[in-house]
């Protein structure tokens, strides 16, 4: 079993950054890629980046290219940086895990192992 743990929400002004951390409980969760993902009030789960197990390759939401950045950091963290935050980047962000699975997809239901959430909210 892994557990995720996010953090690193909170408030922030459009145009502002946040970085949101995600660190897991498995000693083999350096084999897992890894997804982020977020929810709006009243809006459907949708995806917002994932990263393979090595770092090595990236995938991400046309809307959150060029302003968010995923990373693996240590052998059990992951990042999130988002810059130039939008009104409408509000939501609750949600860790993920692929089990024993290397590479990144934008899909939900190849993702086994989820977080709580951390919320997100940017004011205009």
């Known amino acids: 079993q892994v557990q995720l743990v996010e953090s690193g929400g909170g408030l922030v002004q459009a145009g502002g950054s946040l970085e949101l951390s995600c660190v897991a409980s498995a000693r083999t969760f350096s084999t897992y890629a890894m997804g982020w993902f977020r929810q709006a009030p009243g809006k459907e789960r949708e995806f917002v980046a994932a990263v393979s197990w090595n770092g090595g390759n990236t995938l991400y939401s046309d809307s959150m290219k060029g302003r968010f950045t995923v990373a693996r950091d240590h052998a059990n963290t992951v990042l999130l940086q988002m810059n130039s935050l939008r009104p409408e980047d509000t939501a609750i962000y949600y860790c993920?895990?692929?089990?024993?699975?290397?590479?990144?997809?934008?899909?939900?239901?190849?993702?086994?192992?989820w977080g709580q959430g951390t919320q997100v909210t940017v004011s205009s």
């Open positions: 993920a895990a692929r089990h024993w699975r290397p590479d990144p997809t934008n899909i939900i239901s190849d993702y086994t192992y």
